[in-house]
């Protein structure tokens, strides 16, 4: 490993808090004499704005707490003031959280993080009351999250690193990124560019989705059915519906986001960033009134995010939100799923409309297809090539289809009919194997029992024999 050494910056911040020190005549160069020195290096002071606090108010009031509040040492006196007990400790617990995170240098965000564990110091009390806490610190050195984001719910990942940083121009919120395109797939967006093809056979589903959808309340359909029924592609249908304008005109500007619940929860070392991350989406849905959420595995949210046994999951977050009708969730699950995780929560399912989603026959994707589809173009006879006789026009093209359909089915129903006798037949001659083991089985006790008889029977009169001989 290689050895931790001390930045620059903190360097002149140590030099700096001793120069202040001395110049007030303090005995000490305590945590405060350091934090005051840390606000002048733009890292640290970058730092403490986008955690919530304000740079120029905290030296204020730092300056007047160590010109009023702290004494000096009288004039006839030596004035070389010593390092005091906690400033020792701050720059250890510093150099340690460096040294076992990995990295080589103590920068000032990591002696800023230390002086949070100085209980009794002022440094302390004045960021917690400037509104800088250690988690927003801590939250903004490993994730960019800043304190804004966090109020606004945006929590949004920005640039990890800190080196030349520029304060002025970081508030500008040149690093924010909309949450809905960082965890969520715009399924409109993809139906625009023609990467959704077209959903067959399942208008009455779509239908019943989208009455669910323009209601005012209950307005959150979950499609329940077995695996590869199509439950995503129900969503995907209707984005591209939606943006082919088939929808009622209520669902016009309506825009679905499929949640992308791997990217939620990666990266998130720290107790609040799932939360932070899923309470953007949230938010960011909400000033959106016509955004659709589709959570796809909805029984994934069930205990997402949640740590160390706490209850608040994925799926609580969403709870007010749903009730208070403020955003519209679209989810998809097994039946075996939906049983065992989704339907345990009572409140959750109050606010879901169930659906299911069966298979559909082969010969109604047919019949969509080629009512559907346009004819191919009809190829040019050669000049040579005979005269054909004009083909007759079917009367009713879809008479026709619903024909060929009605054949098609017949033809699966006598499949299954045969298939039906089939595991009859297995099923009597299972019967008549069954009969004939339990006569043999019958057979093989009543043998059991006469061998069992006859040898207690030689037995006794062998012991008879035996006591006549004796008398």
Known sequence: MSEVRISPEVEVAVTLATREAIRRRHEYVTVDHLLYALLFDDATANVVNKSGGNVKRLRKELERFLDEDMEGVPEDEDATPTLSLGFQRVLSRALAHVQS???????????????????????????????????????FISHGVTKEDSERNRGALASRSL??????????????????DAFCTNLNKQAEEGNIDPLIGRAKEIDRVTQILVRRRKNNPILVG?????????????????????????????????????????????????????????????????????????????????????????????????MGGKMRVMGSTTYAEYRSHIERDRALVTDLVYGSLRHRRACEYLAGRFLSEEPPPAEEPAADAPAAEPAEPLEDPEEFVEEAAEEATDNANEAVDESEDAVDEALDDTRRA????????????KSVNRSINEAVGNEVRSDDEAAREEE
């Not at 920068?107 to 927003?136: F, H, M, P």
């Open 101 to 139: 995170s990995g990295d080589n240098e103590v920068k000032g965000a990591n002696v800023l993080v230390a002086i949070y564990a100085e209980r009794d110091s002022q440094a302390k009390t004045l960021l917690e009351e400037s509104g800088v806490t250690r988690l927003d610190v801590v939250n």
């Open 163 to 180: 080196e030349g940083a520029d304060g002025d121009e970081d508030e500008e919120g040149g690093g924010d990124k909309d949450p809905l």
């Open 226 to 322: 077995d695996a590869g029924v199509g439950k995503t592609a129900i969503a995907e249908g209707l984005a591209r519906k939606i943006v082919n304008k088939e929808v009622p005109e209520l669902l016009h500007d309506c825009v679905i986001y499929s949640l992308d619940m791997g990217s939620l929860l990666a990266g998130t070392r720290f107790r609040g960033d799932f939360e932070n991350r899923l309470k953007a989406v949230v938010k960011e849905l909400e000033a959106r009134p016509g955004s659709v959420l589709f959570i796809d595995e909805m029984h994934n949210i069930m205990g997402a995010g949640s740590a160390g046994g706490s209850t608040m999951d994925a799926s609580n977050m969403l709870k007010p939100a749903l």
């Open 434 to 445: 069954l009969r004939t083991l339990g006569e043999d089985l019958n057979h093989l006790g």
